[in-house]
């Protein structure tokens, strides 16, 4: 007993020290983060504005009257970046899956499906989006499809969805293929075919373990879908060029990059913690 | 034909070059009890994986009643469902509650009613024990109790003979003796049993037959206390205390010399524990 205190306080004296130590090393990184950011900072609003041309770039930047006058119309904009960004996740997510499931299949008669999957993710994986939406969303409506189909609405959805599902697909088959082999034969000694074991077993595990991966893509996807203001849909991005070339100013730009960081900032942090906590529950 | 469950006739498997299995013949009887034991390596785990057709045989044939198993396109699907197998770890379905785990196959295999299903489940889970544990997931259970659901979830399948392989070995050892019960109460059922292990303690005690495998064959075989007590070859080596760890190092240094070697030192382990 005496032993067993004694030991208890003696840990306990060893604890509080490391503490201490440790709140100390944290204060002292606190007050260098601080001073170090506060030199920054203040060495960037006393010397940026000493620059010859920084009149001119506070005007035509961070124009306050002009920002005011266009954000509303910006907002109503972006509304369109979340539309497409909505119909095009779970269309990405449904093409990606089928190219992950392409690539796992086994028997040797589906082989050319296994083919096909690999061309698909290697091809839209190796092309920048921005030219895959200049090829679908400029070539397919210069076919001359009729009224809606010519939309680039459309064909910039499908240039996106392309891209994305490939990446999709990667990340899943990476999924699939990190879930260990034995779950696999007890699945199939229990009798169930090999789709009821990738439908049961295999999927659901390999689909959680990838949920924060996916989160980095649909924040990516985010950005890109500004891309489509290239190819026609009057989005964020089309909709700041179109104040700038009217009102001659660059502030609808810098309006509009705020609005971005407001929507992936917060989806990032959570994607992160959602890494972190997956990487602390494995561990 | 022999009048066997299963049988085993010449069965080799070769991974690249190398061949783990030299011609295997063995046979079942139903209700029969036989253990595999061996050095790691010699093949035990590949030999039960090629009963029940996860790795296909290079040659030879596996019977099941009168059904050569082995023959290539055959829909494996029904024939697994006949043969029940507990592997050492991974088991469980981590995704899945105990229940979920146990009903999944016969749901989507079996034709009978979920309601039934769930009941014969749950009687399983009462008899070995696990009635209060069975809407839990595996990783809130003991690994003994996942072995335990995992035989549970093979036993719903109604298997006609049961494979296991070293179900004990990644076990705590205060865990192994739940399972091995779990074994013995099959065994008392009359479930046709092949299990590959190192306990050779149970082996002993539970077996109808023990056979050594070695090298890729069978080099001996026979009722546990013939076996145990008075091999047919002769020792080799003073009576000494091997553990069972030190005895694999044994056999992995001494690969070279004859499997009859490393056979006498099992036996000089068995009967100093
Ligand atoms: N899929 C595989 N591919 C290549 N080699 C394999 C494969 N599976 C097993 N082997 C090899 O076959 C040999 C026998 O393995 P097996 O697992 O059957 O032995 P074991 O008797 O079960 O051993 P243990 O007691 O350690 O479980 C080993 O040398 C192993 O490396
Ligand atoms: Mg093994």
């Known amino acids: ?157 499908v240039a996106l969805v392309l891209t994305y599902s490939a990446y999709i697909a990667e990340v899943l088959r990476g999924g699939i293929e990190s879930i260990h082999a034995s779950q696999r034969a007890a699945a199939i000694c229990l009798g169930l075919s090999e789709r009821d074991t990738m439908r049961y077993v295999i999927l659901p595990q390999a689909i ?26 009057v989005e964020i991005l089309r909709q700041a060029g179109i104040f700038k070339s009217l009102l001659a100013n660059f502030t609808p730009y810098v309006a509009a990059a705020l609005i971005f960081l407001c929507v992936t900032v917060p989806a990032t942090r959570y994607a992160d913690y959602l890494m972190n906590r997956d990487r602390n529950a494995r561990s | 034909m022999p009048e066997a469950k299963l049988s085993l006739c010449g069965v080799k498997k070769s991974f690249g070059k190398q061949a783990i299995l030299r011609g295997i013949d063995l046979d079942v009887a139903e209700g ?118 995992a035989v549970i979830r093979a036993l719903v399948m109604r298997p006609e003979i049961m494979l296991f392989d070293e179900i004990t070995s990644a076990l705590d050892p205060e865990l192994v003796g739940e399972v091995l019960d779990v074994l013995r109460e099959l065994r008392a059922e009359g479930m046709t049993m092949l299990l590959a292990t190192h306990e050779m303690g149970f082996a002993r005690e539970v077996a109808d037959r023990v056979c050594f495998i070695d090298g890729g064959m069978i080099v001996e075989q026979g009722p546990p206390e013939e076996l145990f007590n008075k091999p047919k070859v002769a020792r080799t080596q003073e009576p000494c205390t091997y553990s069972l760890k030190e005895l694999n190092c044994f056999m992995v240094i001494s690969k070279g010399a004859s499997s009859k070697l490393n056979f006498s030192a099992l036996l000089t382990l068995d009967l100093s524990t």
């Not at chain 1, 959680?208 to 849909?233: E, H, Y």
């Not at chain 2, 590949?46 to 996860?54: A, F, S, V």
């Not at chain 2, 749950?122 to 690994?143: I, M, N, T, V, W």
């Open chain 1, 208 to 233: 959680r373990r990838v949920i924060p991966a996916n989160m980095n893509m649909l924040v990516a996807l985010q950005k890109d879908v500004a891309l489509l203001s290239f190819i026609g849909p």
């Open chain 2, 32 to 149: 029969e009890m036989i253990c595999l034991i061996g050095a790691s390596g010699s093949g035990k785990s590949t030999l039960l994986r090629c009963i029940n057709q996860l790795e296909p045989v290079d040659d030879g044939n596996v019977w099941l009643d009168e059904l050569d198993i082995s023959a290539p396109g055959l829909d494996l699907g029904p024939i697994r469902r006949r043969i029940g197998i507990v592997f050492q770890s991974f088991n469980l379905f981590p995704h899945m509650t105990a229940m979920d785990n146990v009903l999944l196959a016969p749901r989507r295999v079996l034709n009978e009613e979920v309601q039934g299903l769930r009941l014969r489940a749950e009687e399983e889970f009462a008899r070995f024990g696990l009635a209060q544990h069975k809407d839990k997931y595996p990783d809130q259970l003991s690994g003994g109790q996942q072995q335990r659901v």
């Open chain 1, 1 to 157: 007993m005496a032993t067993g205190n004694d030991g208890r306080s003696t840990d306990q004296i060893t604890v509080n020290k490391r503490l201490k130590y440790e709140a100390r090393l944290r204060q002292r990184s606190m007050v260098v983060a601080g001073v170090s950011t506060a030199i920054v900072v203040l060495s960037i609003v006393l010397l940026v504005p000493l620059a010859p041309g920084w009149e001119g770039v506070k005007t035509s930047f961070f124009n306050g009257e002009v920002f005011a006058k266009t954000l509303p119309k910006l907002l109503k904009a972006f509304l369109w970046d979340v539309a497409i960004f909505a119909w095009s996740v779970p269309l990405i997510f449904a093409l990606g899956l089928a190219i992950a499931l392409a690539r796992a299949v086994r028997s040797p008669a589906l082989f050319p499906l296994r083919i096909f999957g690999a061309a698909y993710v290697d091809i839209f994986r190796g092309v920048p989006v921005v030219l895959v939406i200049y090829l679908v969303g400029f070539g397919v409506p210069g076919l001359g499809l009729p009224r809606p189909w010519n939309s680039p609405y459309i064909w910039g959805t």
